[in-house]
T-cell receptor, first 114, second 114 residues
Framework: ETGVTQTPRHLVMGMTNKKSLKCEQHLGHNAMYWYKQSAKKPLELMFVYSLEERVENNSVPSRFSPECPNSSHLFLHLHTLQPEDSALYLC?????????????FGPGTRLLVL | QKEVEQDPGPLSVPEGAIVSLNCTYSNSAFQYFMWYRQYSRKGPELLMYTYSSGNKEDGRFTAQVDKSSKYISLFIRDSQPSDSATYLCAMSAPGAGNNRKLIWGLGTSLAVNP
């Protein structure tokens, strides 16, 4: 397996469910990111981790809870989501979090909240 | 005013055409300019990267940055059906904290018809 992988690729959940999204990077990078991609909106940065420490949290509702147990793995725990949370959730990684660093993306998890 | 403006299209061209994709921005501190390509059901992948002003060419692709006009362009020569995708511009400023965050355009949907 190479690059950035995400599981599951598709997820349908009810508003009372709890689920987790998983991301794994095989690039030896030190930084990982969660983005939300919705129709007619630019990519929204949700969380940034650098060397397993959260360095950014962009006013994301608490129903989204990230976890970074090591520099290769990133999780996004979901609970009591709303229909407006339906979107493509993208994970990315980069060597560091310095300005201009190239980010490498996974294929995303397409989430539908009913 | 949005920090980065990009016409979402869709743009439809015949095979072999020259395609011009553009973004404008308002933050004069931006120094790093990127074009990502996103195929359907995939994550974005870096296509072109330019630091500061000038042109960069890679095969059929040319990226231009005009900092005086706060305008960046991506040209695709001899376009192919395999170029059909969404093209996203992204940019950031040097420094730490929020400055280094990538700011994204909406993405332009391109269809190249055989």
């Amino acid at each position: 397996e190479t690059g950035v992988t995400q599981t599951p690729r598709h997820l349908v959940m009810g508003m009372t469910n709890k689920k987790s999204l998983k991301c794994e990077q095989h690039l030896g990078h030190n930084a990982m990111y969660w983005y939300k991609q919705s129709a007619k909106k630019p990519l929204e940065l949700m969380f940034v981790y650098s060397l397993e420490e959260r360095v950014e949290n962009n006013s994301v509702p608490s129903r989204f809870s990230p976890e970074c147990p090591n520099s290769s793995h990133l999780f996004l725990h979901l609970h009591t989501l709303q229909p407006e949370d339906s979107a493509l959730y993208l994970c990315a990684s980069s060597l560091q979090t310095t300005a201009g660093e190239t980010q490498y993306f996974g294929p995303g998890t397409r989430l539908l909240v009913l | 005013q949005k920090e980065v403006e990009q016409d979402p299209g869709p743009l439809s061209v015949p095979e072999g055409a020259i395609v011009s994709l553009n973004c404008t921005y308002s933050n004069s501190a931006f120094q790093y300019f990127m074009w990502y390509r996103q195929y359907s059901r995939k994550g974005p992948e870096l296509l072109m990267y330019t630091y500061s002003s000038g042109n960069k060419e890679d095969g059929r692709f040319t990226a231009q940055v005009d900092k005086s006009s706060k305008y960046i362009s991506l040209f695709i020569r001899d376009s192919q059906p395999s170029d059909s995708a969404t093209y996203l511009c992204a940019m950031s400023a040097p420094g730490a904290g929020n400055n280094r965050k990538l700011i994204w355009g909406l993405g332009t949907s391109l269809a190249v018809n055989p």
